[in-house]
Nanobody, 118 residues
Framework: QVQLVESGGGLVQPGGSLGLSCAASGSGFTTMGWFRQAPGKEREFVAVIGWRGLLTDYADSVKGRFTISRDNAKNTVYLQMSSLKSEDTAVYYC?????????????WGQGTQVSVSS
């Protein structure tokens, strides 16, 4: 059984930076991703990273501002967010799967709140 636990959310001012972490336990996954869901909106893709960290992809809305990375020795994926905007406010979810190109995820974390406000 795979469990994903996000941490690092909080309140940050517009233009600020924040880092999220997702610690995974268990095995059977290679791809890890981040998604977010704002109030009243559907969950949307943010970023994805392949097993070796060589393959990454981002939503257009976060390209150049967010960076996804992973440390397989720690079974942890990170999301470094900078130049944050109010529209980045959402609950951020970590996900894990085994199909990078198919973007299918089998496991999800419980989410961590990110609020961008002055």
């Amino acid at each position: 059984q795979v469990q994903l636990v996000e941490s690092g959310g909080g309140l940050v001012q517009p233009g600020g930076s924040l880092g999220l972490s997702c610690a995974a336990s268990g095995s059977g996954f290679t791809t890890m991703g981040w998604f977010r869901q704002a109030p009243g909106k559907e969950r949307e893709f943010v970023a994805v990273i392949g097993w070796r960290g060589l393959l990454t992809d981002y939503a257009d809305s976060v390209k150049g501002r967010f960076t996804i990375s992973r440390d397989n020795a720690k079974n942890t994926v990170y999301l470094q967010m900078s130049s944050l905007k109010s529209e980045d406010t959402a609950v951020y979810y970590c996900a894990a799967g085994s199909d990078y190109y198919g973007r299918r995820y089998d496991y999800w974390g419980q989410g961590t709140q990110v609020s961008v406000s002055s």
